[in-house]
């Protein structure tokens, strides 16, 4: 009886140890529309980005973001891209990272969630987002959020590529934040050594009564 209770006791102790996994938020620039978009058409460049100042160094598991359709219904393929800081942009840092077949209304915003397998940035990093094979009728762009509301950006500058450099661009309206979330890599919560622990002793046990 005691032998059964205790095996009771220590399989719902394990149940309770083991971890679900979590995710951070390492920045978060999405609490405050300014209202204002840039267009990739309008501003001849292949990729708008930004300069990030993250909570912290991480593994990252999740960036959202959220293009503007400046025209009518369409679809399009979206590109995320890390790099270094440098002047202003260094080597890159995994990627591409792409999703497909986005679909976005006409004179409407869409979020868009890329899935980041596990890649390690620094904390101060530069993101990027590109846009390719976008259907007849749509001209996509990225909305600006100031300020960031978890981590840091400046607003005086956004980064553009035209296909040969990068550059910083400016609005000149201090508001050159572009809407990023970036979440860590889902990770164990604290409880694996009591989780090991657990099913340490509860199969000794049983390796007690089948030898008895």
């Known amino acids: 009886m005691r032998r059964q209770l205790l095996i009771r006791l220590l399989l719902a102790l394990t149940a309770a140890a083991v971890a679900s996994p979590?995710?951070?938020?390492?920045?978060?620039?999405?609490?405050?529309?300014?209202?204002?978009?840039?267009?990739?058409?309008a501003s001849g460049v292949s990729e708008i980005g930004d300069r990030l100042q993250l909570t912290g160094a991480a593994t990252v598991g999740s960036v959202t973001t959220q293009f503007y359709n400046g025209g009518s219904d369409a679809t399009f393929d979206a590109i995320l891209r890390f790099y270094e800081v440098g002047s202003p942009v260094g080597a890159p840092i995994g990627g591409p990272y792409t999703v497909t077949?986005?679909?976005?209304?006409?004179?409407?915003?869409?979020n868009v969630t890329f899935a980041v397998?596990?890649?390690?940035?620094?904390?101060?990093?530069?993101?990027t987002l590109a846009v390719l094979n976008v259907s007849a009728g749509g001209d996509i762009g990225v909305n600006f959020f100031d300020p960031p509301s978890l981590g840091s950006s400046s607003n005086g500058f956004y980064i553009t590529f035209d296909?040969?450099?990068f550059a910083q661009a400016y609005t000149n309206l201090d508001l050159d934040n572009v809407y990023f979330q970036i979440a860590s890599a889902e990770v164990p919560e604290p409880g694996t050594a009591g989780t090991v622990f657990a099913v340490l002793v509860l199969a000794a046990c049983r390796y007690r009564r089948r030898c008895q």
């Open 101 to 110: 077949g986005v679909s976005i209304g006409g004179s409407a915003s869409q």
């Open 117 to 127: 397998p596990g890649v390690a940035i620094a904390q101060d990093v530069i993101v």
């Open 163 to 165: 296909g040969t450099d």
């Open 22 to 41: 979590a995710a951070s938020i390492l920045y978060d620039n999405t609490s405050t529309d300014t209202g204002y978009s840039v267009f990739y058409s």
